[in-house]
Each structure stands twice: as structure tokens, then as C-alpha cells.
């Protein structure tokens, strides 16, 4: 099956929504409306979100505290700000008119999540506790607009450590068939395991080549 990211519109430039594991940050549509508990789903779940209620770009809101922060780097904030990716505002109204988000809709979000912040009970509306949740405080940030879309395959072709394809029946490993990459599970290039596997089925598949013509 499909695992679900979220991108900008070509040509467009939006903070990465794996912030929501590092940063104060909330995700809202058009209206000014949170989706999901942010930090449990994290980026997959939120595009999961997204899709489930039929939401054609959603929109990351934080802080100055964020902005500044020790990530600001790290998600790049300042270049998001200056290519039209981020939006700031001295206040919420400013900040949501800017980006095209709900200033009432996104009033009456954060208004909800300082008063469950003060209370101590945490999030009324998604039951987050843990500590990220916090209410936001001005200047205020709000992106650009995020769409789901496929990442990357979780699932495949099941392979022992020698990525030898195994047979359903029994587990036993099919003579002369591999799999590498995304064919047999969650494969990303930017760890390299694409790569790796591939190394892997290489030196295995030669070296099965040779027993077979010896």
C-alpha cells in the first residue's frame, strides 16, 4: 500500500509536515479548522487525514518560539518566509488573511488550544498530552497549502536477509529469485536502501550463478 506525504502546489515552497515531531506547530484547512491530533499522526496520518475528509490543502500554523526556534534551520523557516512559503502575521487575522486560511475559523482554533493549554487537561478536541502541545503566541505563521501524496510503498514481496524471494506456502526461498528495492517493503532512497538491497542481490545472485554452473 501507498504511504502519504504532503507537498506544496508546483513551484511553490511549504514546510515539511515532519516538523509536527519537532516543533509547536498545528494543521488547519482553509476554514481555520484542525484536522488530527498533529504530533501522534505526524505527517503520514495527517495526509491520511487530509484524504479521508476530502481536504485539497491543508495548513501548518506556529509561532514566533517556532520560527526562531532550534529547528528553524533545520526546516529551513527563514527561506520559507522569503520565497512565500510561510506568512507572517502580528496577529492570527493578519497571518490567516495572508495565506488565504479563515482569520475567524483560525481565531477560534487557537483561542480552543489556549484555553485547553491553561486548563492543564490538554487537547479537548484530539486529546494531545504530550509536550508540544502549548498555546501559540504572536507574531503568528501560517504556510502555504499541503496536498496528500504517495511517498513511497510499505508491504511487497516478503525476502529473507539475502533478499531471496520467500514462498508463501512455506517461507522457503524461491532458487534464482530476488527482490530489491521498493518491491519488497518500505524503501526509501534517501537512506540508501535501494541501493543497499541492490549491493545485496548482486554479490548473492552471482554467486548462485556460479554454484549453478559449476
Known amino acids: 500500500m501507498p504511504k502519504l506525504f504532503a507537498a506544496p502546489r508546483p513551484g511553490q515552497k511549504s514546510p515539511s509536515?515532519?516538523?509536527?515531531?519537532?516543533?509547536?506547530?498545528?494543521?488547519?484547512?482553509?476554514?481555520?479548522?484542525?484536522?488530527?491530533?498533529?504530533?501522534?499522526?505526524?505527517?503520514?496520518?495527517?495526509?491520511?487525514?487530509?484524504?479521508?475528509?476530502?481536504?485539497?490543502?491543508?495548513?501548518?500554523?506556529?509561532?514566533?518560539?517556532?520560527?526562531?526556534?532550534?529547528?528553524?534551520?533545520r526546516w529551513g523557516y527563514e527561506a520559507r518566509l522569503k520565497n512565500g512559503g510561510?506568512?507572517?502575521?502580528?496577529?492570527?487575522?493578519e497571518a490567516a488573511q495572508r495565506a488565504g486560511v479563515s482569520p475567524e475559523g483560525l481565531e477560534k482554533t487557537l483561542q480552543t488550544i489556549a484555553r485547553d493549554a491553561a486548563s492543564g487537561r490538554g487537547d479537548s478536541q484530539f486529546g494531545r498530552r504530550d509536550s508540544l502541545f502549548r498555546a501559540l503566541k504572536g507574531p503568528?505563521?501560517?504556510?502555504?497549502?499541503?496536498?496528500?501524496?504517495?511517498?513511497?510503498?510499505?508491504?511487497?514481496?516478503?525476502?529473507?536477509?539475502?533478499?531471496?524471494?520467500?514462498?508463501?506456502?512455506?517461507?522457503?526461498?524461491?532458487?534464482?529469485?530476488?527482490?530489491?528495492?521498493?518491491?519488497?517493503?518500505?524503501?526509501?532512497a534517501r537512506l540508501c536502501d535501494v541501493i543497499a538491497s541492490g549491493l545485496i542481490v548482486g554479490k548473492t545472485a552471482a554467486a548462485g550463478?556460479?554454484?549453478a554452473r559449476s
Open 17 to 73: 509536515w515532519i516538523l509536527f515531531d519537532t516543533d509547536t506547530a498545528y494543521l488547519v484547512d482553509r476554514y481555520g479548522r484542525r484536522l488530527c491530533n498533529e504530533h501522534a499522526s505526524r505527517y503520514a496520518g495527517c495526509a491520511l487525514e487530509c484524504f479521508r475528509q476530502k481536504i485539497d490543502g491543508a495548513f501548518v500554523v506556529f509561532d514566533e518560539a517556532v520560527f526562531s526556534g532550534p529547528n528553524r534551520s
Open 86 to 93: 510561510l506568512f507572517k502575521g502580528e496577529t492570527i487575522a
Open 140 to 188: 503568528y505563521y501560517v504556510s502555504t497549502p499541503s496536498s496528500k501524496v504517495r511517498f513511497k510503498t510499505e508491504g511487497g514481496l516478503e525476502v529473507n536477509p539475502d533478499f531471496n524471494v520467500l514462498r508463501a506456502a512455506d517461507d522457503a526461498p524461491i532458487p534464482g529469485l530476488y527482490a530489491a528495492g521498493a518491491v519488497c517493503g518500505s524503501i526509501s
Open 209 to 211: 550463478l556460479r554454484k
